[in-house]
């Protein structure tokens, strides 16, 4: 069992599993690229990913808010060079101040299971400030972020994703890599963000109406526009889409023309 451990006790109700198996950290470590050697570790716990980052010459800033978890990664790397420990909740991380601080940023992070989606967002919402993101996911959640069109995961974080970055799997994860072991299997994802300006723009004017859409997954496009806003678009949206289409089927431009027409 990894240091730290007996003294921390992850919180179910969080959903926290410490990543323990040194083959995975060790791959993870080796899988993170980060162009100016600084990376920002989400959920640190114990510092058992910490510490092979660190091993790799990064340059860590471990963000976590269990204070029993802070107190035995200070015990840890007591002394050691290339590393800021930050008490603080995830999802109020200021990305902008260190975005200003450092430029865009690598992410990292073993995220507990019932904060992750969540956080996700957070990501999203500050895409700008973040290159490339690697996080920890159960793997169902995983194949909804990298899903594409006509897949049964295809959702609104299928959607964003793929506006805002690049997202892959990495790796699958096996249940005993964890302490305590959950009970389903997780998968590393990176999001390899882009720069492009007017791509967040989009997902910032439309998340929300994507959303809606896809509220009404097993109604055709025809229905849920009647339903949620007026058959005075019907007419003009039939010009150019198949409104017989259900969410689970529309392309990221069959979406982006609904926004458009809507939106008018």
Same mark, same amino acid.
């Given at each position: 069992? #990894?240091?730290? =451990?007996?003294?921390?006790? *992850?919180?179910? #109700?969080?959903?926290?599993?410490?990543?323990?198996?040194?083959?995975?950290?060790?791959?993870?470590?080796?899988? $993170?690229?980060?162009?100016?050697?600084?990376?920002?570790?989400?959920?640190?716990?114990?510092?058992?990913?910490?510490?092979? @980052?660190?091993?790799?010459?990064?340059?860590?800033? &471990?963000?976590?808010? /269990?204070? /029993?978890?802070?107190? &035995?990664?200070?015990?840890?790397?007591?002394?050691?060079?290339?590393?800021? =420990?930050?008490?603080?909740?995830?999802?109020?991380?200021?990305?902008?101040?260190?975005?200003?601080?450092?430029?865009?940023?690598?992410?990292?992070?073993?995220? *507990?299971?019932?904060?992750?989606? $969540?956080?996700?967002?957070?990501?999203?919402?500050? #895409?700008?400030?973040?290159?490339?993101?690697?996080?920890?996911?159960?793997?169902?959640?995983?194949?909804?972020?990298?899903?594409? $069109?006509?897949?049964?995961?295809?959702?609104?974080?299928?959607?964003?994703?793929?506006?805002?970055? /690049?997202?892959? =799997?990495?790796?699958?994860?096996?249940?005993?890599?964890?302490?305590? *072991?959950?009970?389903?299997? #997780?998968? @590393?994802?990176?999001?390899?963000?882009?720069?492009?300006?007017?791509?967040?723009?989009?997902?910032?004017?439309?998340?929300?109406?994507?959303?809606?859409?896809?509220?009404?997954?097993?109604?055709?496009?025809?229905?849920?526009?009647?339903?949620?806003?007026?058959?005075?678009?019907?007419?003009?949206?039939?010009?150019?889409?198949?409104?017989?289409?259900? *969410?689970?089927?529309?392309?990221?431009? /069959?979406?982006?023309?609904?926004?458009?027409?809507?939106?008018?």
């Amino acid at each position: 069992m #990894s240091k730290g =451990i007996k003294r921390f006790h *992850p919180k179910k #109700s969080w959903g926290q599993h410490l990543l323990v198996d040194p083959y995975v950290l060790d791959s993870i470590a080796s899988s $993170v690229q980060s162009e100016n050697n600084i990376l920002i570790e989400f959920a640190s716990g114990t510092g058992n990913l910490t510490e092979y @980052l660190l091993s790799k010459g990064y340059r860590v800033i &471990a963000i976590e808010m /269990e204070r /029993e978890a802070v107190t &035995a990664l200070k015990e840890r790397f007591s002394g050691k060079e290339g590393i800021e =420990i930050l008490e603080e909740n995830m999802m109020k991380f200021d990305f902008e101040l260190y975005y200003k601080r450092y430029g865009r940023m690598t992410v990292v992070g073993n995220l *507990p299971y019932n904060l992750s989606k $969540v956080f996700l967002f957070k990501v999203f919402d500050n #895409s700008p400030f973040v290159k490339d993101a690697y996080l920890m996911f159960q793997l169902e959640v995983a194949r909804r972020i990298v899903a594409d $069109v006509g897949e049964k995961e295809w959702s609104p974080m299928s959607v964003f994703a793929r506006i805002l970055s /690049e997202p892959e =799997i990495v790796m699958v994860v096996k249940r005993g890599s964890f302490f305590p *072991p959950p009970k389903v299997e #997780s998968a @590393l994802v990176h999001l390899r963000f882009n720069s492009d300006e007017n791509t967040f723009n989009f997902y910032k004017r439309y998340n929300r109406l994507i959303q809606e859409v896809f509220n009404y997954s097993r109604k055709t496009l025809k229905s849920i526009i009647r339903l949620r806003f007026g058959d005075e678009y019907i007419q003009r949206l039939e010009r150019v889409l198949d409104l017989s289409k259900r *969410p689970q089927n529309l392309t990221l431009n /069959e979406l982006k023309i609904i926004c458009e027409v809507i939106d008018e």
